[in-house]
């Protein structure tokens, strides 16, 4: 697990969902457990497993939910899923999760506070797709711009 202090949250960077128990030491946070991150597939219909692509929450210690240092809230990458996704299709991604944190950060108040909450997310998800060296431009399909 590769932690990288993003000032206000921290990102975890992982290879399986079970690293994020591991890295808080504990078996279950926020209705999650480390057992059901363990199950070889994912079925619901029988409760088995879960899917972690991506996660973002409060420090597990932060009882208070405070979002404040020592405790500070986390995004988690499972970067096993990265692996068959497009530059695009991974950007999106740490969208989704910025975006989430982003509200945590600003106490979930988009009633007065939406565009400072999405230029948030947004800036964050550059940081952390510059960190991840995918903001190299990807060029189009061969032919793309050609007329047939």
């Known amino acids: 697990m590769k932690k990288i ?43 088995n497993g879960m899917y972690i692509q991506g996660w973002s929450n409060y420090d597990p210690a932060d009882k208070k939910l405070t979002g404040k240092p020592p405790h500070k809230p986390f995004i988690f990458l499972n970067l096993i899923h990265f692996k068959n996704l497009s530059n695009i299709e991974k950007a999106t991604s740490i969208m989704h999760e910025t975006m989430h944190m982003s509200l945590l950060l600003n106490k979930w108040d988009i009633e007065n506070k939406e565009e400072e909450i999405v230029t948030q997310a947004e800036q964050e998800a550059n940081k952390i797709v510059n960190k991840l060296g995918l903001d190299n431009k990807e060029k189009p399909k061969k032919n793309f711009f050609s007329r047939k």
């Not at 994020?20 to 597939?41: C, N, S, T, W």
């Open 5 to 47: 202090d993003m000032g206000d949250y921290i990102l975890l960077l992982g290879n399986n969902a079970t690293e994020i128990f591991d890295y808080y030491k504990v078996p279950e946070m926020h209705g999650l457990k480390r057992k059901d991150a363990q199950a070889e597939e994912v079925d619901k219909t029988v409760g």
